[in-house]
């Protein structure tokens, strides 16, 4: 990691080739480790540190992409520099990429990272008032009296600030934990209320098309989940219906999956379902879940509707679409729409969700 982008830029000058093949394969592998254990952290920081331009289409888009995959709720502090943050953010913007962390996590990364340059008091200070992503809903901030720890993050940020999408903070979170921080300039603050105030639609609380997955820590163990993370297979053991929900949660915005039932099981489900669910249950009986049947019955709680058509054939294709705001859950079988509103209060964090069982085969389609 110390020298590894001195070694690259040194065989590229010298035109050295084989070196820098070498140099670019062992960064490709310290990038490409998964989730928190990539080195692209240290790396970026490095090159902001040493000042290596970012329009290099080699080094710079392989950490940046790598970066896009790292949760900033479980990043280490101190891995990540400010200099190298701004970098990923000014970068990024130039492209429609996929996070896997919400805006809000990016913002509270930064705030915090500019804190911990300060003094350890002034981090703690605002670590307890910053809550990660999966605990912010229902949080209510504290303001924060120490002006000069404000006044201080908010000169260090500076221009970071440009590059952070104020829509993506539901208002809410602005309202309950930014603003009584007195952090972000109160122009940004303003402009993102009267925007979200006047969208017909909200924004994804996370940036790009979300790259849902099955997620392999929701799941029966009767399940079998493909290596890539987008096929779901029954075992011949699940004889009852198990569930599996995709891996990253839903709290605002419109969302859309598209899944293809390559093998039916006499029935299938497809919908939406909240934290709190059991993958040994079918879906149909849980509470926070709502899904569509392949008999064509919407079921949520264990009451069911009528909403269209039978349509339990193999490679059934099927788009779910939730519309958090308006609470609305929509369902194109085959380029057939049925839509259903939504009556009761949805929860904090949504998810995909299907159940099976054997022979049943489940695939997420790219958008």
């Not at 960064?27 to 040493?50: F, I, Q, T, V, W």
């Not at 953010?89 to 996590?105: A, G, I, R």
């Not at 699940?238 to 915005?253: A, D, F, H, L, W």
């Not at 929860?347 to 299907?354: G, I």
Request: hydrophobic share 35%; net charge positive.
């Amino acid at each position: 990691v110390d020298n590894v982008i001195e070694i690259f830029n040194a065989a590229d000058f010298f035109l050295l080739e084989k070196l820098r093949k070498l140099a670019f394969e062992s960064l490709k592998r310290l990038c490409n480790e998964d989730g928190n254990e990539s080195k692209s952290p240290e790396l970026l920081s490095r090159m902001a540190k040493l000042t290596v331009p970012l329009d290099d289409g080699t080094i710079a888009d392989c950490i940046i992409n790598s970066m896009t995959k790292i949760s900033f709720d479980t990043l280490g502090f101190g891995r990540l520099s400010l200099e190298g943050l701004h970098h990923f953010l000014s970068k990024s913007c130039e492209k429609s990429m996929q996070f896997v962390s919400s805006e809000y996590s990016i913002l509270r990364f930064a705030i915090l990272t500019a804190a911990s340059t300060i003094s350890h008091e002034a981090f703690l200070a605002l670590e307890k008032r910053l809550p990660t992503w999966e605990k912010v809903n229902g949080y209510s901030n504290n303001i924060l009296t120490n002006k000069k720890i404000s006044e201080s993050v908010t000169n260090i940020l500076g221009s970071l600030f440009e590059y952070i999408d104020f829509r993506r903070i539901d208002a809410k979170i602005l309202e309950k934990i930014i603003e009584p921080l007195h952090i972000v300039p109160s122009s940004n603050i303003v402009d993102s209320y009267r925007l979200q105030a006047c969208e017909k639609t909200s924004f994804s609380a996370f940036r790009g098309l979300l790259n849902f997955k099955w997620d392999k820590n929701s799941c029966s163990p009767t399940l079998n989940i493909s290596n890539d993370g987008y096929t779901v297979t029954a075992s011949q053991r699940t004889k009852e219906y198990q569930c599996v929900r995709t891996n990253i949660p839903m709290s605002s915005g419109i969302h859309e999956l598209c899944i293809l039932i390559e093998r039916t099981c006499n029935y299938s489900w497809i919908g939406i379902c909240g934290d709190a669910f059991d993958p040994s249950k079918n879906a149909k009986h849980q509470r926070n879940a709502w899904v569509l049947c392949t008999s064509g019955e919407l079921y949520h709680n264990n009451e069911h509707t009528k909403v269209t058509q039978n349509f339990d054939r193999d490679n059934t294709k099927i788009v779910v679409q939730i519309d958090i705001k308006k609470s609305t859950l929509t369902f194109t079988i085959n380029e057939k729409r049925c839509s259903t509103s939504i009556k009761e209060s949805l929860p904090s964090k949504l998810y995909f969700y299907t159940s099976l069982r054997y022979p049943g085969i489940v695939k997420i389609l790219p958008r």
